[in-house]
């Protein structure tokens, strides 16, 4: 095997030619000396990851649907859209996302060996937390790019990432996706005892208290350890989290501009951690989009206890009406562009996004699933109806604010049709799709039921922020994608493109591709 060098990719980043063997191996400041404790502190603004995956996740997704060849897209979205291997070497693309997120790895490597360096005083206990933190987060979003859906009975078996702990000391292999999540689970371990925010000038651009304690709440749902998240995000939320949660009707009659404006506002509660990346997420094509079809049937149309017939007239969901664009492309302004200019006369520069990376709203829908398989279906509904408060209307025409009980959640789950995996016409969409949940199980009636409604308040939640593809691995989830003039492709459960694969020269130096299957664009058997 040839040798790679994987504690860094700041060289990467920059499109610095290097050969194999000095592949990613230096800082590209020459390792500028970090000998005090604001150096330290600046040094961890770098250790955030500046690519985001949720491009790659959307459109990947149900979120999306074909319009026809006459609209237009990128040559990119349609390779995200058959769950192709993506080779370009755009902001969105794989390379990219990779680069960043080992990039803000070893910012965090450097500040941690700066912290021991120091002595490791009491005064940088909240820093050594941000970067153990940002070393974890950084480690856990590649995870949710380039592995497979966290499975117990498979972990040793699925395929890891390196895991670069120290500067300068290569780590050449990709090991199991076990092995990945126990050095994540140390990471935020080791880091939530130290948790300080007092040095944070602006707390919600780093990792504050809340944002650490989110972060370990939704990791462990996904590592299936349901006690700790719900543990953890009690921290966040408390017993009582209606305060904290995002009043979605301060939002209903706002513009476009200010709807957008709010939604990433550090003075916004439910805000816990806000991002910024390079980004063409606010400007994708007419061909592959959300469209009415989806928003109809599946997503902010659909039929739901607060809208009971559909549509977008007699429904309490406030998001439902504050959608945007046309049938083929339909979104709603939580996701908007900022455009930086780099040259004012020829009006280029870079568009990005600013997303909460992670909020109380996400944390609320997380316990509440955890509560769900810890069959604590009080607890359960309790949260579910404080999300639903916050989102809706009290009435909107002729629909009225439901409170959800287990009876009327169990029969409106029960009324409601199973989608067909294969889908021909509308009719064959449905909010409730097939689970084949990868690593745990489901009880048929209430526990199943229960994360029926979560998943697609989730999906609401989480639109055009990534988290449905990510549920659609964890649950798996079919989805049927049509193609225009063609048959129709689909994604199944345990589908190994799930796992999306790594950029051609990193496979090129030597580490492992990503396994995929033959005919994985069949028909699904029944």
Not at 221 to 226: A, S
């Amino acid at each position: 095997m040839k040798k790679i060098y994987l504690f860094l990719s700041a060289v990467f980043a920059l499109g610095i030619t290097t050969s194999c063997n000095d592949y990613l191996d230096k800082l590209p400041d020459d390792r500028a000396e970090v000998d005090n404790v604001d150096k330290v502190q600046k040094l961890l603004v770098s250790a955030y990851p500046k690519q985001d995956p949720t491009y790659i996740f959307e459109m990947s997704s149900d979120n999306v649907d074909d319009n026809g060849i006459n609209y237009g897209y990128s040559p990119k979205e349609e390779e995200l859209y058959r769950w192709k291997d993506v080779e370009t070497e755009g902001n969105d693309d794989p390379k990219y996302i990779w680069n960043h997120c080992y990039t803000a790895v070893a910012s965090a490597n450097l500040a941690l060996q700066a912290i021991e360096n120091l002595g490791s005083p009491a005064e940088l206990n909240g820093a050594k937390a941000e970067a153990l933190l940002c070393r974890a987060y950084a480690m856990f979003r590649l995870s949710t790019v380039f592995c497979m859906a966290w499975n117990p009975a498979k972990a040793e078996q699925y395929l890891g990432l390196p895991y670069p702990k120290i500067p300068d000391v290569s780590v050449n292999t990709r090991g199991t996706l076990k092995q990945l999540y126990e050095n994540i689970n140390a990471d935020i371990e080791a880091a939530l005892p130290l948790l300080d925010d007092t040095y944070l000038k602006v707390p919600k651009y780093h990792f504050n208290a809340k944002a650490a304690y989110a972060f370990a709440a939704r990791f462990n749902l996904f590592y299936l350890n349901y006690d700790k998240t719900i543990k953890y995000a009690n921290e966040v939320l408390g017993s009582n989290p209606s305060g904290v949660l995002r009043n979605m009707n301060e939002y209903a009659s706002l513009t476009i501009d200010a709807f957008s404006n709010k939604y990433i506002s550090t003075s916004e509660n439910a805000n816990l951690l806000i991002l910024t990346s390079v980004s063409r997420l606010a400007r994708t094509g007419s061909r592959f989009n959300h469209n009415t079809n989806i928003t109809d049937c599946e997503t902010f149309w659909a039929p739901m206890p607060w809208a009971p017939h559909g549509g977008s007239t007699n429904n309490c969901l406030v998001e439902a009406s504050q959608l945007y664009g046309s049938n083929q492309k339909i979104w709603i302004p939580t996701v908007n562009e900022y455009f930086e200019v780099t040259d004012k006369i020829n009006d280029t520069g870079f568009p990005h996004i600013v997303r909460p990376i992670f909020t109380t709203d996400q944390v609320l829908l997380e316990r509440a699933e955890a509560y769900v398989m810890k069959k604590k279906y009080t607890e359960a509904l309790a949260d579910m109806n404080a999300w639903i408060t916050a989102h809706t209307k009290t009435v909107q025409g002729t629909a009225k604010r439901p409170t959800l009980t287990q009876e009327s959640l169990n029969k409106f789950i029960n009324d409601t049709p199973l989608a067909k995996d294969t889908i021909t016409t509308n009719r064959d969409r449905s909010i409730k799709k097939t689970l084949h949940p990868q690593g745990f199980t489901l009880e048929e009636g209430t526990q199943i039921n229960m994360i029926y409604m979560l998943l697609q308040m989730r999906r609401i939640e989480t639109f055009w922020h990534g988290g449905r593809f990510l549920d659609i691995k964890r649950y798996g989830i079919t989805v049927c994608h049509l193609l225009d003039g063609e048959d129709p492709i689909f994604f199944k459960p345990g589908d190994l493109r799930g796992a999306i694969q790594l950029p051609l020269d990193v496979i090129d130096a030597g580490l492992e591709a990503n396994p995929r299957e033959a005919n994985t664009s069949k028909t699904p058997k029944k």
